[in-house]
């Protein structure tokens, strides 16, 4: 397989490759992947001007002198504090001992387009100048410029923030004593993020003032390549439908659900009759990539940092104090489309109510409704397994049943919404 062919293969190739267990298969396809990731942060290097960053560091810190490491692709490609999935993090060290991060987006082919890519940026660094009014551990941003801009002397868009101190958590290396003193600290950490609310849905940024404000939630793009942006919303169900509605708009236009447009069309049609309980706020910050690695401890287990929030939201109060995903049985829920709370879940709940008398938090953190629902969007039919087994299980958490049958529910589905104008392909 070389990267040629690489490029040809579908989503369906590539699950089928891992599936199949063929170890040749497996290391040819893996080879390719490091092939292009090297690449694609060498396509990033390129861009950066090392000096430009450094005297930026230096004026940003008043003049104490620094050294910029950008390390090269065959180091960054398997350090993950460099190489991450879609980013790419330089270290400045400076002479007093200070170190910061330059974080870059990944050129990838994948990538949203420019005005996206710019907001995504900007609000994560809005969302550190919000989070920095709490006591959530959080690293100090510094600076903050777009791609593709004249002024931007480095080249390549980039956020400046502290270096924290930590390792990424390895949820499964924990004991049984340090879950529990993390899960401590994490209630804690769900318990002031309680004290911050905000006045609407959406996506933060900030004003000229400096001072962050919530924006759009998520955005579109018009026949010549625009942003049309979504919400703010007042109320929790209007970004689920606009949500939804956009998914069913990309079903039209081909591109969204190509293998079974019929099946995505009435999965979206059953979700508009069955969302949330509706919220008008206030609404709540979530980190929505609230994986382990996104959480910094020390060797004695203590929070010190979480990190990654480049697509934090304000969200309804059912959806920010959800479990994160790293306390999830993910086997369970992708493979048999449950949603019963794991044992981490559970211990995270009990901590919530028993210890810190924070009873609300504790019943929304054993529930992942929201998640679900979000799931179900997001998921498309080619990968067929996966796509039924997140509807069956949302579909039955919403109507309260322990069985699901996909043929019974699309016979009532279609004679319930009709076509849409959609044919599946076969």
Known sequence: MNSALHTCLTNEDIVAIYESGDRAK??????VRRKAGKEVISKLLATINCDALRARAETLRNGVKCTVNLPPPDQAYFNFEVHGGCNYHGSIVFEDGKTWLARFRLPNHNEPPLQERNFDRRSEFATYRFLAKTAIPVPQVYDCADDEDPMNLIGAGYILLEKLVGKPLEWH????????????????????????????????????????????????????????????????????????????????????????????????MS?????????????????????????????????????DWELAIST???????????????????????STPSEDEKRLSKILREEKGA????????????????????????????????????????????????????????????????????
């Open 173 to 268: 290396e924990a004991s049984e004593v340090q879950k529990a003193k993390f899960s401590r600290q994490l209630a804690d950490i769900y318990a002031n993020l309680e004290q911050h609310p905000l006045d609407r849905l959406g996506r933060l940024q900030l004003l000229s003032t400096g001072l962050p404000e919530v924006g759009p939630a998520f955005f579109d793009y018009d026949s010549d390549g625009n942003l049309i942006p979504f919400g703010p919303f007042s109320h929790s169900n209007e970004y689920y439908k606009a949500l939804i509605q956009q998914k069913i708009q990309l079903i039209k236009t081909g591109e969204a659900a190509t293998s079974a447009p019929l099946d995505q069309y009435l999965v979206c």
């Open 316 to 338: 309804s109060k059912g959806s920010a104090f959800q479990s994160p995903l790293l306390l999830y049985n993910i086997g369970e829920l992708y493979g048999e489309g449950l």
């Open 271 to 307: 979700l508009l009759d069955s969302l949330p309980p509706n919220e008008s706020g206030p609404f709540f910050l979530r980190h929505v990539d609230s994986r382990d690695a996104n959480f910094l401890v020390d060797d004695d287990y203590n929070i010190t940092g979480m990190i």
């Open 26 to 31: 497996l290391q040819d396809l893996n080879s």
């Open 359 to 426: 009873v609300e938090l504790s019943a929304l953190a054993e529930k992942k409704l929201h998640f679900r629902v979000e799931q179900v969007i997001e998921a498309d039919p080619w990968g067929r397994e996966q796509f039924e087994s997140l509807f069956s299980g949302w579909w039955k958490v919403t109507n309260g049943v322990e069985t699901f049958d996909w043929a019974t529910w699309y016979k009532k589905a279609l004679d319930m919404y009709g076509d849409g104008g959609f044919k599946n392909h076969t």
